[in-house]
């Protein structure tokens, strides 16, 4: 009996104390994913202003450059894929000019036009806060590492404004297909203050209730599952660009800055082209997809190609707006020939990429609820974990560790990052699947010849 009180005790204890750190990190984080918001819609209204305001993206991709070259050297990726890295490799040590530098170059970037989100710059900020807080207490190792997280879970769950959705995933993106149990209850406390603690300040969110939902039939099912194969070819389109933007900038033999400026010309050169609805969050063209309003069906495509040029040549942001931007797009593309609501299927897009190119999931299918409503919710889960399996093992963020394969006819090293998995890296082990693609290669073959 005493040894049963003597657990029981030491879990009380360590409940309250977890619940009591993590409500510090939520209201830290709520405040500023606050002020970084409110920040960015101030710059993004001072542009506004401006016809051509667009013009500026060859200076904001040169400042953020600098900032980068002389403030953070060393420090690559856009931000949450930063803090992912530094959960993996220093127990989430961050360096408190980071906070700093976070804030100043998402702001320059998104602010002249450059096509990021605010969902990493926010959740950096977080963690950059939880880690100043675990220094103060002189945290190390696993609790450091755990404060960090919180975090990250409160700079999601404030900025996306699902607390649910937001604490998932701040534990899911640190690995492809496993959750730390062990930061749940303190990632939710942090989520759920920190929305709060947003809200309370004046920070607004959208919601988007889906009101027509078709009845349930085999073949609207299977429509539905279609269109997660689709959402998933899309998280690879969207993952291969960002990797296609990064390898040429490293092949291009040029000061940051000088690639920066061209960059930033080049931007503007496709923004003329093209049209301003790609350039910054985009958050126009998203919310016209979720009501059923005609895009262009290429929007999702070009996209992936702004994001990948402003991340790649010295911008800065996060992913999870493009994200959204590009799940919305390619669904209100496929409804025509699915023949789906195209309100529908944008909203089940909007989370189904954010499942296939984050890997996760579990958060994705929660967020579905949160934003959408619960009868939406089913038939979102479905392509969420369609598009999941179907992008492979690729992801945003590279810096994702790999803790279970897709699919056992594949080998790749469990434990790895992402980063250094991709497609000459992997060795297909089951030879009869192999087989059966170089048959059915040879039907087609031959009923052409006939």
């Keep these: 009996m005493k040894k049963e009180l003597t657990e029981q005790t030491v879990i009380f204890?360590?409940?309250?104390?977890?619940?009591?750190?993590?409500?510090?990190?939520?209201?830290?984080?709520?405040?500023?994913?606050?002020?970084?918001?409110e920040t960015l819609n101030w710059g993004a209204r001072a542009a506004s202003n401006f016809r051509y305001y667009f013009l500026a993206m060859p200076l904001g991709l040169l400042i953020s450059a600098l900032i980068i070259k002389h403030?953070?050297?060393?420090?690559?990726?856009?931000?949450?894929?930063?803090?992912?890295?530094?959960?993996?490799?220093?127990?989430?040590k961050i360096k408190p000019v980071a906070i700093?530098?976070?804030?100043?170059?998402?702001?320059?970037?998104?602010?002249?036009?450059?096509?990021?989100?605010?969902?990493?710059?926010?959740?950096?900020?977080?963690?950059?806060?939880?880690?100043?807080?675990?220094?103060?207490?002189?945290?190390?190792?696993?609790?450091?590492?755990?404060?960090?997280?919180?975090?990250?879970?409160?700079?999601f769950a404030s900025v996306f404004g699902t607390p649910l959705a937001g604490a998932i995933f701040g534990m899911e993106v640190l690995f492809v297909g496993s959750i730390r149990y062990d930061v749940l209850l303190p990632s939710f406390v942090a989520g759920i203050i920190s929305f709060q603690v947003?809200?309370?300040?004046?920070?607004?969110?959208?919601?988007?209730?889906?009101?027509?939902?078709p009845v349930f039939t085999e073949a609207f099912f299977i429509k539905v599952m279609a269109a997660g194969v689709f959402f998933g070819l899309c998280s690879v389109l969207l993952v291969?660009?960002?990797?296609?933007?990064?390898?040429?900038?490293d092949a291009i033999k040029a000061p940051l800055e000088a690639k920066a400026i061209i960059a930033g010309l080049a931007l503007v050169g496709l923004t003329f082209v093209f049209t301003e609805d790609y350039l910054g969050l985009g958050l126009n063209t998203i919310q016209s997809s979720l009501e059923g309003k005609d895009v262009p069906w290429y929007a999702f495509i070009m996209k992936s190609v702004f994001t990948s040029v402003t991340l790649s040549f010295g911008g800065h942001g996060g992913i999870g707006t493009p994200i959204f931007f590009v799940g919305a797009t390619a669904g209100s593309a496929l409804s025509n020939i699915l023949s789906i609501d195209p309100a529908?299927?944008?909203?089940?897009?909007?989370?189904?990429?954010?499942?296939?190119?984050?890997?996760?999931?579990?958060?994705?299918?929660?967020?579905s609820v949160e934003l959408f409503g619960a009868e939406v919710a089913p038939y979102a889960a479905i392509a969420c974990v369609i598009s999941f399996v179907i992008s492979g093992h690729r992801s945003a963020?590279?810096?994702?560790?790999?803790?279970?394969?897709?699919?056992?006819?594949?080998?790749?090293?469990?434990g790895s990052g992402l980063e250094s998995t991709g497609e000459s890296g992997l060795e297909y082990r089951d030879r009869s699947v192999i087989k059966a693609l170089k048959a059915l290669i040879n039907w087609f073959d031959r009923q052409d010849k006939k």
């Design 198 to 213: 947003s809200s309370w300040l004046g920070l607004t969110y959208f919601y988007n209730p889906i009101t027509f939902i």
């Design 240 to 249: 291969e660009t960002l990797r296609a933007g990064r390898k040429l900038s």
């Design 13 to 37: 204890i360590s409940v309250a104390k977890w619940v009591l750190l993590a409500s510090v990190v939520g209201i830290a984080t709520g405040a500023s994913t606050t002020i970084f918001v």
């Design 71 to 92: 403030v953070l050297p060393g420090a690559k990726g856009h931000g949450a894929n930063q803090v992912i890295d530094s959960i993996h490799r220093t127990s989430g």
């Design 100 to 155: 700093v530098a976070e804030f100043c170059r998402s702001f320059v970037t998104l602010t002249s036009g450059g096509s990021a989100g605010k969902e990493g710059p926010s959740a950096q900020i977080g963690a950059g806060l939880a880690s100043l807080i675990a220094d103060l207490l002189r945290f190390t190792g696993n609790d450091r590492r755990k404060l960090v997280i919180c975090g990250i879970s409160g700079g």
């Design 344 to 367: 529908m299927l944008s909203a089940i897009g909007f989370v189904a990429l954010l499942a296939g190119a984050a890997n996760t999931p579990i958060a994705a299918s929660i967020m």
């Design 397 to 414: 963020y590279p810096a994702q560790v790999l803790a279970v394969k897709k699919s056992s006819s594949i080998s790749v090293q469990e």
